[in-house]
């Protein structure tokens, strides 16, 4: 069975930093991309970056370039977020997820595969 494993986050003030990491079991994502996405109450879920398990390329959304930066353990078969300067507006639920590359940067309501969900809170 496959499961993905989120932990870290919390509540930081603005300008501080977290860390998200998303651990693997079950099988090995080799070919696919894995990716984090979050939710706020009231909105829909949003894409905030991804990178492939294979070669480690990345994508981001416009809104965390710069601040947060998405890497991979392949030996852990783990996946980080490391959110700097946060801000006020990336309050939300994150959640880390994985499949095809196209499936997951475009068709995100088809994505196989999705982590628990950690509450992130930004404060001022």
């Known amino acids: 069975q496959v499961q993905l494993v989120q932990s870290g986050g919390g509540s930081v003030q603005v300008g501080g930093s977290l860390r998200l990491s998303c651990a693997v079991s079950?099988?090995?994502?080799?070919?696919?991309?894995m990716g984090w996405f979050r939710q706020a109450p009231g909105k829909e879920r949003e894409f905030v970056a991804a990178?492939?398990?294979?070669?480690?390329?990345?994508h981001y959304a416009d809104s965390v370039k710069g601040r947060f930066t998405i890497s991979r353990d392949n030996a852990k078969n783990t996946v980080y977020l490391q959110m700097s300067s946060l801000k006020p507006e990336d309050t939300a639920v994150y959640y880390c997820?994985?499949?095809?590359?196209?499936?997951?940067?475009?068709?995100?309501?088809?994505?196989?595969?999705w982590g628990q969900g950690t509450q992130v809170t930004v404060s001022s």
């Open positions: 990178i492939s398990w294979s070669i480690g390329s990345t």
């Open positions: 997820a994985a499949d095809e590359h196209v499936t997951l940067l475009l068709q995100p309501t088809d994505i196989h595969y």
């Open positions: 079950g099988r090995t994502f080799s070919s696919y991309t």
